[in-house]
Structure formats: C-alpha cells, structure tokens
C-alpha cells in the first residue's frame, strides 16, 4: 500500500491522477452546486453525530491512527462485493440507475427518485452512467448515513452485517475526529489542528498537511464533505487495484 503519507510531501501518482480527474469533472459540470442538495443533507448528518458523540471518545488520535486502520476497513467493506455483482445484473462491471433502483428496492432503502437520482449522480464520478464497485461502496455508506434500512433485520443478511454496520460507524468516527469545530465540513484548519493540537508528538509537517487536504479536496472550494472524505478514503484503501 503505496500511499505516500510519511516522510513526504508527494502526491501518491494514481489518486493525483484520479483527484485531478474528479475534480475536472466536478468544475465542468454545468450547475457547481450540482451535489449541494445530497452534500448539505450529508453535512446536517455530520454535525447531528457530532453532537451526538462522546467527547471522550479516542478511537482515533492522529491521522497515523487511521491509515492503520485501512486493512480492517478494506475486510470490513469486502461483503459488499457480492451485493455489487449481484445487483450488476448484466455482468459489464457497472449498475446502471434501473439497476440501482431494483437494488435499492430489495434491499429495503426506501428512497424518492429524487433522492436515487442525487445519490446515482453524486457517486458516478466518472459520469459514465454507471455506478463501479468502488463508488458502490460510498453510494451504500452514504444511503446508511442518510435513510437506513425500513427493516434491519431484513437488511442484516446483506448492507447491515455487524461487521459492515461497524466499518461505516468507524468511518464516520474517523471523520469527525478531523472535523474539529462540528460544522459537518471539513477545513485546513480542522485538518491541522487533527493532526497536530491532540497528539504533538505525533504531528505532521504543515505542507504535508496541506497536501493532504489538497487530495481530498477534489472541487476545490476549500472544503471537504462527507462524499469527497468517502470517495478519498475508499481510494486509499485501495478497491481499485484489486478488482
């Protein structure tokens, strides 16, 4: 896992290539408030878990103590493989918005058709029409986050597995511990303070920092959401190499 996050101020090479890739895409669209809409409702659910939190909470205490905990995502999320190739009912590697509707369906996830199109729109970062594995895996992080199943016992045997349901918590947790002032948004500031303020002895160089703001900032409006924080992660982790 080659992600470039000690000892250096260079870019991993493939998430640069994706980053600049998303982030084309993003500024090109034709409204730049196209995903305001499903990232403000993400942002509102962000502050509420934060709220919600225990302050004494230390599963994580520096970015170092995230990046350690990527294998165990990665395990965590695995599950859902068979849930995508499911679902991918003509086997051409991506589910389409019929597709994903079908899905969404069976699993329980009442959504509107407005809300299945923000979230197919939002995740199809390649705008491609067709939702990949690895924006699968953020589309159900983000549903979780945002309607939950109408049944949890329904859902257990596929997207609500303990396993899976802790993964996207401790993804949540992780995110709050770097949005330190609760706004639901991360910053620079809240991205410094992160990594330096709890543990000194821990901290990063400040244009390390910076860089690592830089790659999850793929709109580049000076703010990281929920969405990009996932899509970011999800990267790092590493699906892509392996599917």
């Known amino acids: 896992m080659n992600l470039c996050f000690e000892g250096t101020s260079h870019t991993c090479p493939s998430f640069k290539s994706l980053s600049n890739k998303v982030g084309g895409i993003l500024c090109c669209c034709n409204s730049p408030n196209r995903y305001e809409r499903l990232d403000g409702r993400l942002q509102r659910k962000m502050m509420e878990a934060k709220n919600n939190s225990i302050q004494t909470n230390k ?28 679902y991918d009912e003509d086997s051409n590697g ?17 959504c509107t058709a407005e809300e299945i199109r923000d979230l197919f729109e939002s995740c199809d970062m390649d705008g491609s029409n067709g939702i990949q594995f690895n924006e699968f895996i953020v ?32 993804i949540v947790e992780a995110f709050l511990f770097l949005d330190k002032n609760g706004d639901g948004k991360l910053n620079k500031k809240d991205m410094i303070k992160a990594m330096n303020e709890d543990f000194p002895m821990e901290k990063s160089p400040t244009h390390i920092t910076k860089t ?5 900032d793929w709109n580049k409006d000076g703010k990281v959401s929920f969405r990009e924080f996932m899509f970011s992660l999800i990267d790092w982790v590493g699906f892509d190499h392996d599917m």
């Open 59 to 86: 599963t994580f205490r520096s970015i170092d103590s995230i990046i350690l905990r990527f294998p165990r995502f990665k395990e965590g999320l695995k599950e859902i493989q068979s849930v995508f190739e499911l």
């Open 94 to 110: 991506t589910i389409d918005s019929e597709e994903l509707k079908r899905c969404l369906q069976k699993l329980e996830f009442h």
């Open 139 to 170: 589309l159900l992080c983000l549903i979780y986050l945002l309607a939950g199943p109408s049944s949890p016992s329904h859902a257990t045997p596929t997207v609500g597995s303990p396993q899976l349901k802790a993964t996207f918590d401790t």
């Open 212 to 216: 690592r703001f830089k790659e999850m």
